[in-house]
């Protein structure tokens, strides 16, 4: 039986989605974006697919079997004031940081057997980051390598205006080494891998991240190194950018596909 999908933020990354998936069997799907020609390019891109515009992420979720969130940590906020409404629906997160944000109501919502699930993004080694949460993990460390030009418009940066000219100086900078929070906080639309690992792990408190600016790279290099009493994981993944989006991995909207493809 076909499902009925309901997107809320119709973006690169829905776009890039449902790009690749041509063969996607889908009943209906509603749609909301608070960018109204983001919403417009996304409809008559898909044409051939039954679309409902929807004038609120309550009206998605009330329509939908499955959510698919794409937008931002402020569409995930909003889809949790609704969630405990609405139990027996699949809801797919690629805004990591908004589950980080809500970390307490996450768990508590799948110990009550909601169906929530992140896909592993632009990293790879979740499962075995998922399988050792059971033992006692002493380190979770991310180092990421990003193209200066994606960085630069984020609110670190921003605050710190100097900074882009002394990563100009060299051809790699340390611009940021805190803990996953700091690092949402500060890098919302950059860092999202972070907040999958605090939230895969079930340890955000050990979670520790160090971003490094290049000047010349093409693409995204994301370094993991998790250190447990189950022995040591380390993962390196060079993510090719979304041609439309530089910011965007394409490995990310992949791995949303994959788990979408699971309900469908």
């Known amino acids: 039986m076909k499902k009925t999908i309901g997107i809320v933020g119709t973006g690169n990354i829905s776009t890039l989605i449902f790009k690749t998936a041509k063969d996607i069997k889908v009943k209906k799907l509603y749609v909301y974006d608070i960018n109204l020609d983001n ?31 794409t937008a931002s940590i402020n569409a995930v906020n909003e889809i949790f004031r609704f969630i405990r409404f609405y ?45 050792v949460k059971y033992t006692k993990i002493k380190s979770i460390h991310l180092k990421t390598i990003k193209p200066l030009n994606t960085l630069i418009n984020s ?15 060299q051809k790699q900078t340390i611009v940021f080494d805190g803990n996953v929070y700091d690092a949402v906080k500060n890098f919302p639309q950059n860092i999202n891998v972070a907040a999958t690992l605090a939230v895969v792990s079930n340890n955000p408190d050990k979670v520790k991240v160090t971003i490094i600016a290049a000047k010349d790279l093409k693409y995204n290099i994301h370094e993991v190194t998790v250190v447990s009493s189950a ?18 991995s394409y490995l990310a909207a992949l791995s949303a596909l994959s788990i979408l493809y699971q309900f469908i």
């Open 231 to 248: 022995g040591k994981i380390f993962t390196r993944t060079e993510n090719i950018p979304s041609e439309d989006n530089p910011k965007t």
């Open 155 to 169: 609110p670190y940066f921003r605050q710190n205006k100097d900074l882009y000219n002394k990563v100009l100086r």
């Open 87 to 131: 139990k027996d629906k699949i809801y797919i997160f690629l805004s990591v940081g908004g589950l980080l944000e809500n970390f307490s109501k996450y768990k508590n919502l799948i110990k009550k057997g909601y169906k929530i699930y992140l896909p592993s993004g632009a990293i790879a080694g979740c499962d075995a980051l998922s399988a």
């Open 39 to 69: 919403l417009e390019k996304f409809c008559k891109k898909f044409q051939h697919i039954k679309i409902n515009k929807c004038s609120s992420i309550e009206e998605v979720i009330k329509f939908s079997d499955i959510i698919l969130e």
